[in-house]
């Protein structure tokens, strides 16, 4: 991998978080919902493979449990593939010295275990002894241990900032 793929696949990352908020913040209006039917009504029906539509909109209760879900997914998505490839490609330059020296090293690292695993923080004991251990607001303290991370833990704002501040590292100090 080079560092303009790992630059690529930033792009797409952020893209797809960028997709997710914008259809997160459609759903939460009521309008663009019965909007969205009135086009899919008018949808050739060869194109409408997938059936469940029409009650997944219509139901606010599911559709804001289907949302959370897919919110869910995607924060899964961009910390997990973000952290397995910027490790791949420092392990593989030779930098994975410089990549463990950054100040959210750790806690994305912590993080994306959450994601990786159950949803819950499960700390071994090399994490017991780097807590407690903070980064721009997001803290991870040993009494969280067992704890499902939720997204009151991390929100949109946090995620899109340590996903900046990482691509920012890839671009700007990583050969």
Not at 71 to 100: P, W
Request: glycine share 4%; with cysteine; proline share 2%.
């Amino acid at each position: 991998m080079t560092k303009d793929d790992l630059i690529g696949i930033f792009r797409t990352a952020k893209n797809n978080y960028r997709l997710a908020y914008v259809l997160i913040a459609q759903t939460s209006q009521d309008d663009v919902m019965s909007d969205f039917l009135h086009l899919y009504g008018n949808i050739d029906s060869k194109l409408k493979v997938i059936d469940g539509i029409e009650p997944l909109i219509l139901d606010k209760n599911v559709l804001k449990i289907a949302v959370d879900q897919f919110h869910m997914t995607i924060l899964r998505a961009i910390i997990k593939e973000l952290f397995e490839t910027v490790k791949i490609y420092c392990k593989g330059s030779g930098q994975n010295d410089l990549l463990h020296s950054q100040d959210w090293y750790q806690p994305w690292r912590i993080i994306r275990n959450c994601f990786s695993h159950d949803f819950h923080f499960r700390f071994k004991n090399y994490d017991k002894k780097l807590l407690p251990i903070s980064w721009k607001g997001i803290e991870i303290r040993e009494d969280m241990d067992g704890k499902q991370i939720t997204i009151g833990h991390f929100s949109y704002e946090k995620i899109w900032v340590l996903v900046n501040e990482v691509e920012i590292f890839v671009k700007n100090k990583l050969a």
